[in-house]
């Protein structure tokens, strides 16, 4: 059974950085990417950063030069280095593994989130 488990979230004053680490565990065949999304309250879920099997990267234009997305696959591990933090960076961070099931059609696993609050 695949686990994510984010951590790394907290308070951190505006301007100030956090690390967020996803921590998979569990067999995984043919991954085509791994992602960082956040949700603030009342909003929807959106695209932070995701990172290909190939290793190409991509960013939401909020997080371009910001933040950085990274991995570790000798330890199955997602990171998300997060700079300059602002209050509206305030939300619930997700981890996602986007894979191939057949042919046609993706799935996704998702972790539970780790809380990011940013205070001015």
């Known amino acids: 059974q695949v686990q994510l488990v984010e951590s790394g979230g907290g308070l951190v004053q505006a301007g100030g950085s956090l690390r967020l680490s996803c921590a998979a565990s569990?067999?995984?065949?043919?991954?085509?990417?791994t992602a960082w999304h956040r949700q603030a309250p009342g909003k929807q879920r959106e695209l932070v950063a995701f990172?290909?099997?190939?290793?190409?990267?991509n960013y939401a234009d909020f997080a371009k030069g910001r933040f950085t997305i990274s991995r570790d696959n000798a330890k199955n591990t997602l990171y998300l280095e997060m700079n300059s933090l602002s209050p509206e960076d305030t939300a619930v961070y997700y981890c996602?593994?986007?894979?191939?099931?057949?042919?046609?059609?993706?799935?996704?696993?998702w972790g539970q989130g780790t809380q990011v609050t940013v205070s001015s």
């Open positions: 996602s593994i986007t894979y191939l099931m057949t042919t046609w059609s993706l799935g996704d696993y």
């Open positions: 569990g067999s995984i065949k043919s991954i085509v990417r």
């Open positions: 990172i290909t099997s190939g290793g190409s990267t």
